[in-house]
């Protein structure tokens, strides 16, 4: 399978066509972003370690039973995946307290949230990704009740295979990002779960591996993933 034309360019990824309509290739690439684009760098190694993680993961999530767009790795830094119709909705699982909620609601850093907190933000640089609730996504139609409670069930499922997988390498996972999109009548999972989209602590030192690494300028940025992805035994090189 190869690229056909260029679709559409991410902050990290770049979509492409292929000659199959219902399959686009996903390309992984070095660039690092954070705070909505306005901190971008390119990181040797990150877009191969990305999507053999990504792979990784969808892989261990459709043998759980999580419907995801994944086909297949086609190269070192892509990947084959359905073409979805995604919908302008991020779903964030949080474990652990960590990042904006503890801005927005003034709760420290390492809290554990028992049971985990849901929620829902527009994927809209411009604007920052504003948080939103089912009324907003229905008021705008954004989604329907049942694509909304698909994509909350999906979240809560992705959470409890992800600990478990995470927690068995020494890891917890302490919050998440996902993206969905239509396929037919189904909502499947789309986009990606690498450590760009998630907050993974060492589990006995509490150590950041994942992209507050980048934001914070902490430095071993892809030698965290690198370590992440060697803890939970998948094959980069
Ligand atoms: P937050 O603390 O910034 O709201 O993010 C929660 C988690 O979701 C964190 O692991 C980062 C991820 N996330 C993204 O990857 N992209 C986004 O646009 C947002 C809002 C969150
Ligand atoms: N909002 C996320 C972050 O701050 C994603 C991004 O902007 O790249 O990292």
Redesign the pocket.
């Known amino acids: 399978m190869k690229r056909v034309d260029h679709l559409f360019t991410g902050k990290a990824k770049t979509v492409y066509t292929t000659d199959d309509p219902d399959k686009l290739i996903l390309h992984f690439r070095n660039d690092t972003s954070a705070f ?1 684009g306005e901190k971008i760098e390119k990181l040797d190694r990150k877009g191969m370690t990305n999507n053999k993680f990504n792979a990784f993961i969808m892989q261990k999530l459709e043998a759980a039973g999580v419907d995801t767009h994944f086909e297949r790795v086609l190269s070192d830094e892509e990947s084959v995946v359905k073409n979805l119709d995604m919908l302008p909705i ?1 779903c ?1 699982v ?1 474990n652990v307290a ?6 927005r609601l003034g709760v420290e850093e390492g809290l554990d949230l028992d049971p985990p907190v849901f ?1 829902f ?1 527009l ?1 809209n ?1 411009p604007l920052h ?1 504003p ?1 939103i609730n089912d009324y907003h996504i229905r008021a705008f139609g954004w989604a329907t009740d049942a694509e909304m409670q698909a994509m909350q069930e999906a979240t809560f499922k992705v959470n409890e295979v992800l600990k478990a997988l995470f927690l068995d390498a020494g890891i917890i996972l ?4 996902l993206e969905f999109g239509r396929y037919g009548d189904a909502i499947l999972l789309g986009d990606e779960f690498t450590p ?4 993974l602590w060492d589990a006995n030192t509490r150590e950041k591996l ?3 690494r980048f934001r914070r300028d902490m430095g071993g940025v892809v030698e965290a993933y690198e370590e992440v992805a060697h803890r939970l035994g998948v094959e980069i090189g």
């Not at 302490?174 to 990002?177: N, T």
């Not at 760009?196 to 907050?199: E, S, W």
């Open positions: 909505d991020e964030v949080r960590a990042g904006s909620i503890c801005k929620e933000f994927k640089d990704d948080m302490v919050d998440f990002k760009d989209g998630c907050r994942d992209k507050d």
